[in-house]
């Protein structure tokens, strides 16, 4: 694996602008891309990793959601929907092929979303530690509750709350650098965008019916102490995508590409090797 630079970039999509990173293959422009997709309420900078060990023959993509990290809020009514079809037209704009989508947790949802606009057009998926159902009365009413506390309190006490929740406590305990690049993450966020976030993430749809429509290769990433996805919601994946492949992480709660990251990029690389030009 031959040592190349990542390199900042942003492209205007209808009214944002999109930042992201790129790694090159070594045949840039290559046909074969793997476009990371980071979870809530985060930016490109945890798929870093990832990024520098991917296999020579991909270019890899980090790109900032909407009102995430360097990229601009737009019109700022944010949705799942929204986020997908910003994404539909970042492929279009930057005529990639042969791409693959890799997302975690709220880049799952958005993956999902995608491959219903635009399946014909990708040729795997990386759904880690992310489920395909919507939000039940509960769910929705305990992120509107975390929207007050963010207008009352502010990001600290939130990031304080989110950091245990997304971690194993052996990352908390072993992995500060993990820990501290999720808080960074939060407080490079607006306020207002989390809260849009949080309304996006209670009103997404759900895609469990189009499960069974998705006919490329699939690898499914969970975290074994994951606090957030159950193993109901994995399993509900793992038993409607055919072309399905599973990976537990022993040592990873909702984060497994930044609490293992050695092992979750050979998983990674291994995965593309076996898909098909």
């Not at 994404?87 to 709220?106: A, T, W, Y």
């Not at 429509?213 to 193993?231: F, N, V």
Request: glycine share 6%; proline share 4%; hydrophobic share 40%.
């Amino acid at each position: 694996m031959s040592k190349r630079e990542l390199k900042l970039s942003k492209i205007r999509i209808g009214d944002i602008s999109i930042s992201y990173y790129i790694r090159p293959s070594k045949l840039y422009p290559s046909p074969k891309t793997v476009i990371f997709i980071h979870g809530f309420p985060f930016n490109k900078n945890t798929w870093k990793q990832q990024l520098l060990q991917l296999d020579d023959d991909y270019t890899g993509i980090a790109i900032d959601v909407r009102g995430h990290g360097l990229s601009t809020n737009g019109h700022g009514f944010f949705s799942v929907d929204v986020f997908a079809k910003d994404l539909v037209e970042f492929i279009r704009k930057l005529d990639l092929n042969h791409v693959i989508l890799c997302g975690i947790s709220m880049g799952g949802y958005i993956a999902l979303r995608t491959y219903e606009l635009i399946g014909q057009q990708l040729k795997g998926l990386i759904l880690c530690d992310t489920n395909s159902l919507s939000d039940d009365n509960k769910g929705k009413q305990k992120r509107f509750d975390s929207i007050q506390a963010l207008l009352k309190y502010g990001r600290r006490p939130f990031a304080i709350g989110f950091i245990a929740n997304v971690f194993h406590d052996k990352t908390i305990r072993e992995n500060p650098e993990a820990v501290e690049l999720i808080k960074s993450c939060i407080r490079r966020n607006e306020v207002a965008s989390i809260c849009a976030t949080q309304l996006a993430l209670a009103s997404r749809t759900d895609t469990t019916h189009s499960l069974k429509t998705i006919i490329i290769p699939t690898l499914i990433i969970k975290g074994k102490h994951d606090k957030l996805m159950s193993e109901e919601q994995t399993n509900i994946l793992i038993e409607n995508i055919p072309d399905v492949r599973y990976m537990e992480f022993e040592e990873s709660g909702h984060l497994p590409n930044l609490e293992e990251p050695e092992k979750f990029n050979a998983v990674l690389n291994d995965f593309l090797r076996n898909i098909p030009l």
